[in-house]
């Protein structure tokens, strides 16, 4: 079949195979490019490493420190109905790449929430690591997580707290913008968002860990954050999400006290803003990402998954004797972004744009290119009129 981009608003319903493996090529071919990081872990867990974040984690460890990895993912497989999701596609090859370099990458399919899928990385890590991993990643990033009553669920709302916030999302679809008014959240929503996505579950894995001595001499963990400037926070940092981010920062402290037992330690990393398969449902962050892409492509400080993950492991995690944290002990990768006087920038391009200019101002381009990226369209060098079999994967 010649597999095609189809879009569903903000959401991909395709996926291609071979740009799926030419994106995971590019992320390892930029690895091999660029310095090894120095003093990196060799046994490393990531929860969630099949996109985003997470893959390119992986990407970075396994080509730049020679890392084993196991990780865990929920994707949907190819089948007689579709050609399944991305990062499908990213394990497979992934793993085949690793292989072919002589790392050990075992990918663990199913719900991380759960039980069962705990108790079959710890035994994935007595069989493939003898034991012990040196290094675990969260970076989940999820709608849902079952209730221990069978059938019930937690759903994560992505909704402001206290008032309602008008938004834009922009409909890769059709290239369209379109505004929204979100209601303010009710408190179950927003215990709901937290129980989803703060630090509860990173928690229960760090618990299940320590309680099978998983954990190596100097163990570390971290989880993914995020906090942006002043003019997300209405939907982003005093929303529903910051409020589970919040209580991640929280957990990040207390883990560290339980890490502390193996010389180790616990972080919240504070990521860039990125266009990932999560991120493009935010009403209102992707007119302000399309603004940081353009000021930031300009002044030559843009990154991806890829760039921040290769940083964050060079240069904060492994790079130096102490991890460099700010105030509030969170490892911070949105310093660039950050910096004055591209918020500056940014903010004045976000009061010029609107829905007739947008594309014009704003890197909408490089948006949409990139989500394309994630579901395997739009790469350089992949022939898109190949007759592929999906029923070698499905098998
Ligand atoms: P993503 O959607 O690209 O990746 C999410 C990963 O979680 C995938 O591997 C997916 O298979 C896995 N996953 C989802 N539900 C699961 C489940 N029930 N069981 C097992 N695996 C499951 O997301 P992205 O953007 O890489 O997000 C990762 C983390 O980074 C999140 O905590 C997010 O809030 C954070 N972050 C994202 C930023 C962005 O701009 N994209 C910025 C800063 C932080």
Known sequence: MIIKPVIDGVVARSAHPLGCEQAVLNQIEYVKSSQLIPNG????????????????????????????????????????????????YNNYYFKRHAKRAGRIAVNIHGDAFSKQIKDDVIEAIETYFEGEVDLIIYSVASGVRPKEQPGQFWRSAIKPIGQPVSGTTLLLENDQWYNSTLEAASEEEAEATRKVMGGEDWEAWIDALINSESLAHGCKTIAFSYIGPELTHPIYLDGTLGRAKIDLHQTSHSLNLK???????????????????????????????????????????????????????????????????????????????????????????????????????????GFKHEFLNLNGFDLQGVDYSTDINIDKFIK
């Open 41 to 88: 872990p060799k046994r490393v867990l990531i929860i969630g490493g099949s996109s985003g974040f997470g893959l390119a984690s992986r990407i970075a460890l396994t080509f730049g420190a020679q890392a084993d990895t196991i990780s865990v993912s929920f994707e949907k497989a190819p089948s007689e109905q579709g050609t399944g999701s991305a990062g499908f």
């Open 259 to 365: 890490m502390a037992n193996f010389e180790g330690g616990a972080y919240a990393t504070v990521c860039k803003a990125l266009v990932t398969k999560a991120s493009v449902f935010i009403p209102g962050l992707s007119p302000y990402i399309i603004a940081l892409y353009k000021v930031m492509k300009e002044k030559g400080t843009h990154e991806g998954c890829i760039e921040q993950m290769l940083r964050l492991f060079s240069s904060k995690l492994y790079g130096s004797e102490r991890v460099p944290v700010d105030g509030e002990r969170l490892i911070r990768m949105d310093d660039r972004e950050l910096d004055a006087d591209t918020q500056s920038q940014v903010k004045q391009l976000i009061s010029e744009m609107d829905c007739g200019n947008f594309m014009q101002l704003g890197d909408y381009s």
